[in-house]
């Protein structure tokens, strides 16, 4: 069976846990990282050097990389409604995967550790107010984005991107400062919402 390290509060983590469910797709889950088993651990650092989760082992192929992780499960596991043959359609899923994990991922880095994790190295009003302003312009592209597609963030159907940038969305709505609206983006929390996958591992009260 599928075995995922890493701890099921972790965004990254929660990628996997999502995809697996939209895959139908059963796994063992084993807590590593911050709170559990130290990713240091010589055993974890044979299977990512990075020393970070997720990592997943299926049979003896062992990969790490959240994003790169579920573009693999929706391959290998019959996910091509997730994931299209198409290059067209493959690229507008990667393009909003991939900005998933750079500039959106980046805006909130600051932000996120002081306002949702309460981190005590992290309490610099100036930078909490530039990270904050940075990722409201990104939300601010995406809101576009949705005001165009009315569905999901590669068009009218869920995809794999949706995986990261919903997650995402959750994040900005569980994360505690004064947000500009946002309809479309919050229009499209509550239609995730309606995916047991997303309610799961997505919106379920965590950031
Ligand atoms: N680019 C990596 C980033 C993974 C990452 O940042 N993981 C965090 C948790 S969200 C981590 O492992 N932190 C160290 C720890 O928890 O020990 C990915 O997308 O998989």
């Known amino acids: 069976m599928l075995k995922i390290l890493g701890k099921a509060s972790s965004i990254n983590v929660r990628k ?4 697996c469910a ?5 796994f063992d889950r084993e807590d590593w990282g911050n709170g559990f088993r130290p990713t240091s651990d010589p055993h974890f650092l044979a299977r990512n ?3 970070m989760v997720p990592v997943i082992q299926d049979g003896d192929f062992v990969l790490w990389e959240s994003n790169t992780i579920i573009r693999y499960l929706a391959g290998q596991y019959d996910g091509r409604h997730l994931y ?3 290059p067209k359609a493959r690229a507008r899923v990667d393009q909003w995967m991939d900005w998933q994990a750079t500039d959106l991922n980046r805006s909130w880095s600051y932000a996120f ?3 949702a994790r309460q981190s005590p190295a992290h309490q610099d009003a100036a930078a909490i107010e530039a990270s904050c302003k940075e990722w409201a312009r990104f939300m601010g592209i995406l809101d576009q984005r949705l005001a165009g597609t009315r569905a999901y963030v590669a068009g009218d159907t869920f995809t794999l ?3 990261p940038v919903g997650l995402s969305v959750n994040r900005w709505f569980q994360t505690p400062f004064s947000k500009p609206a946002l309809p479309s ?3 499209y929390y509550d239609r995730l919402a309606e995916r047991d996958g997303y309610r799961q ?3 379920n009260g965590t950031a």
């Open 185 to 187: 983006v919050a229009a």
């Open 201 to 203: 591992y997505g919106r």
């Open 113 to 115: 550790m002081a306002l």
């Open 22 to 26: 939209e895959l139908n797709l059963p």
């Open 16 to 19: 996997v846990l999502w995809t």
């Open 84 to 86: 299209p043959a198409e």
């Open 49 to 51: 050097p990075n020393a």
């Open 161 to 163: 991107a949706d995986v």
